[in-house]
């Protein structure tokens, strides 16, 4: 096995690559964790939902981790692309909004075992401020600045209503946060160098609706 150069960590991975390596990290904690050792290419694909031929090549932007007529060693890999895509690290993250969606969020225990821990949990809404939540106090947006400089915060969630999106957005890019989870319907505008990424549940049901659609129309025909 052989790790990257330092010319090959600089070179950037495709984006729809690093979509994939969460998917390929989970497979492999669950193999982990059922005590499978070593794994082929095709088992970690089958696990992963993908073809084996997109699996080498996602890893191949990490560098030579299997070996030939062996496959991967499960816990190595698995630390691999964990380091690579930044989890073996705490990430200290903020969520805006603690409505029914945000009440969700903050109890979702599957963020603090893959890495980034919720140090707050902000609203506007002056009748929410002093509930608490997932064991987290529920405070006033308008503490956001400071929180984001008291823990180094660069990773926000928003799950407000579409309306006041784009004003979190700013306030959160204003005080530093250059990566933000968007929950929130809209599109949101924000400067070179912050990331955004958007979870649109009602989309995802649209898409299933015209896969269902489709199907409908197959057995008709």
Same mark, same amino acid.
């Given at each position: 096995?052989?790790?990257?150069?330092?010319? *090959?960590? %600089?070179?950037?991975? =495709? *984006? %729809?690559?690093?979509?994939?390596? =969460?998917?390929?990290?989970?497979?492999?904690?669950?193999?982990? !964790?059922?005590?499978?050792?070593?794994?082929?290419? *095709?088992?970690?694909?089958?696990?992963?939902?993908? $073809?084996?031929?997109? /699996?080498?090549?996602?890893?191949?932007?990490? +560098?030579?981790? +299997?070996?030939?007529?062996? +496959?991967?060693?499960?816990?190595?890999?698995?630390?691999?692309? %964990?380091? !690579?895509?930044?989890?073996?690290?705490?990430? =200290?993250?903020?969520?805006?909004?603690?409505? $029914?969606?945000?009440?969700?969020?903050? $109890?979702?225990?599957?963020?603090?075992?893959?890495?980034?821990?919720?140090?707050?949990?902000?609203?506007?809404? =002056?009748?929410?401020?002093?509930?608490?939540?997932?064991?987290? !106090?529920?405070?006033?947006?308008?503490?956001? !600045?400071?929180?984001?400089?008291?823990?180094?915060?660069?990773?926000?969630?928003?799950?407000?209503p579409a309306v006041a999106a784009q004003a979190v957005a700013d306030r959160m890019v204003a005080c530093g946060i250059t990566s933000i989870l968007n929950f929130a319907a809209g599109v949101l505008s924000v400067p070179a160098g912050v990331d955004v990424r958007k979870v649109d549940l009602s989309v995802e049901l649209q898409v299933l609706a015209y896969h269902e659609q489709r199907k409908a129309?197959?057995? /008709? %025909?």
């Amino acid at each position: 096995m052989t790790a990257r150069t330092s010319t *090959e960590s %600089a070179r950037d991975i =495709p *984006e %729809a690559t690093v979509a994939r390596l =969460p998917v390929y990290l989970r497979a492999l904690t669950t193999l982990s !964790e059922a005590g499978t050792g070593t794994c082929s290419s *095709e088992a970690l694909a089958a696990a992963a939902g993908v $073809n084996s031929a997109k /699996l080498r090549k996602d890893l191949s932007y990490l +560098g030579s981790y +299997g070996t030939r007529g062996v +496959g991967y060693d499960v816990d190595y890999l698995r630390y691999q692309i %964990a380091r !690579e895509i930044g989890v073996t690290q705490d990430w =200290p993250v903020v969520i805006v909004g603690i409505g $029914n969606l945000g009440h969700a969020l903050a $109890n979702y225990s599957g963020f603090r075992s893959r890495g980034f821990r919720t140090v707050a949990l902000l609203d506007a809404d =002056p009748t929410r401020h002093g509930e608490m939540v997932a064991g987290i !106090e529920v405070q006033p947006f308008d503490d956001l !600045e400071s929180i984001v400089a008291e823990h180094g915060v660069a990773i926000g969630v928003i799950a407000t209503p579409a309306v006041a999106a784009q004003a979190v957005a700013d306030r959160m890019v204003a005080c530093g946060i250059t990566s933000i989870l968007n929950f929130a319907a809209g599109v949101l505008s924000v400067p070179a160098g912050v990331d955004v990424r958007k979870v649109d549940l009602s989309v995802e049901l649209q898409v299933l609706a015209y896969h269902e659609q489709r199907k409908a129309q197959g057995e /008709l %025909a």
